[in-house]
């Protein structure tokens, strides 16, 4: 099997379902082009017939950005197969992502149905979408809640009416690894045909387990990953395309690997952050604030002398500024003497033990320690001990 794992990014369709978040068709086609800059196989562009908005954005896009597939999504139903195909009409590479929900729950209390009615539901929507489209996704929403056996006759009889990938949503984060993971595997095992299609991993973050779960699914067969940019998505969001992509990176025992160009990460994060109006929490990984600073004594004592004590990642491999050593009440002695350093004083062992003492008073009573107060700090040292 092919160790290529595609990276479908989903920020503009799963992503932008954040309330309040919402994009025009500009800030989406500026996103979009920042997509196909950093790489990404596939851009899950809209859901065109939700919205007259939608599909004009679908339109765009698919104008805009050539070289990643361009994708819309529907539910199984003709009219919105229609409209996601009309949407797609200018797209180089496109694909239509149509399904229908899988667990019990969502058959007798969303769809009021049965198992073999939503079968059919499904595989008519796959029969109907080939007409326009040689490449069509089938999710089957809530697989990580479904009977795993209904499940994998959904997935088979999806296959044979022309599926080409499958996506298998963990659509309320509910999940653990393991399960993830045994569900992907039995599907490799149990279902004929699988092996002439693409398995997709689409975890949602309820349980803060979307990551672990998409890589999970990697491990044991999938080749794609659906995510967003900074993770966002309703709820508490998806799986974040920065982290997914840079576990695989980080780890190579895992022999998996991404066409990502990593360096493009934090600038399209930020970007995201502005145009949706969410900001980034700082302990975020990868692409908060606080990724790379280091601001207590024992940690920020093995950064300097050796960055690889306490970082997994070199900030410039995903293009964030270089990592911070932040002055507080918890820094040492070598933080802050490399910050004095950086400004220009050089102090003795001693000195620097008497200006250290000084420091802590003002650190245990102030937030930020700016080079502000540095400067004052070395002015009032020369000034007592001249
Ligand atoms: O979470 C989910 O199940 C989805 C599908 C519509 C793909 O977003
Ligand atoms: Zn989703």
């Known amino acids: 099997m092919d160790n290529r794992v595609f990276i479908f990014d989903t920020t503009l369709r799963d992503g932008e379902q954040v309330p309040g978040s919402q994009l025009n068709t500009t800030e989406k086609i500026q996103i979009a082009l920042g997509l196909e800059r950093l790489g990404v196989d596939i851009i899950e562009a809209g859901f065109p017939v939700s919205s007259p908005g939608d599909f004009r954005s679908v339109v765009e896009i698919s104008k805009a950005v050539r070289a990643p597939i361009i994708c819309a999504l529907t539910r199984a139903q003709k009219a919105d197969i229609d409209c996601a195909a009309e949407s797609l009409r200018y797209a180089a590479r496109k694909r239509i992502h149509t399904g229908i929900g899988s667990s019990d729950i969502h058959i007798a209390h969303k769809f009021r149905s049965t198992r073999d009615k939503v079968l059919e539901q499904g595989v008519s929507a796959v029969l109907y979408a080939k007409k326009f489209c040689e490449d069509v996704e089938f999710y089957a929403e809530d697989a990580g809640r479904a009977d795993k056996v209904f499940l994998s006759r959904m ?42 299609i693409l398995l997709s991993c689409h975890c949602h973050n309820d349980l803060g387990l979307a990551t672990a779960n998409s890589i999970a699914g990697v491990r044991n067969g999938a080749r794609q990953i659906e995510c967003t940019i900074n993770g966002i998505g309703e709820r508490a969001g998806n799986t974040s395309l920065e982290e997914v992509v840079m576990i695989l990176k980080s780890h190579a025992s895992l022999n998996l690997y991404s066409n990502i160009e990593t360096t493009g990460i934090y600038s399209l994060s930020q970007l995201v952050s502005r145009l949706m109006n969410m900001t980034v929490q700082p302990n975020k990984a990868i692409v908060g604030s606080n990724a790379f600073a280091h601001s207590s004594g024992i940690h920020q004592d093995g950064f300097l002398k050796h960055s690889g004590t306490y970082e997994i990642i070199d900030p410039s491999t995903v293009g964030a500024d270089p990592s911070r050593i932040v002055l507080s009440a918890r820094s040492g002695r070598a933080a802050l003497n490399h910050h004095f350093k950086a400004l220009g004083y050089e102090y003795s062992p001693e000195e620097l033990t008497k200006v250290y003492n000084q420091f802590l008073i003002l650190a245990d009573t102030t937030k930020a320690i700016t080079q502000d107060h540095l400067h004052k700090l070395a002015e009032e040292f020369k000034a007592v001990e001249g």
Request: charged content about 20%; proline content about 5%; glycine content about 10%.
């Open 155 to 196: 997935v088979s009889e999806v296959i044979k009416a022309g599926a080409t990938v499958i996506n298998i949503p963990d659509t309320t984060g509910y999940c653990l690894p393991e399960e993830y993971g045994a569900l992907i595997a039995y599907l490799m095992e149990n279902v004929k045909g699988i092996e002439n």
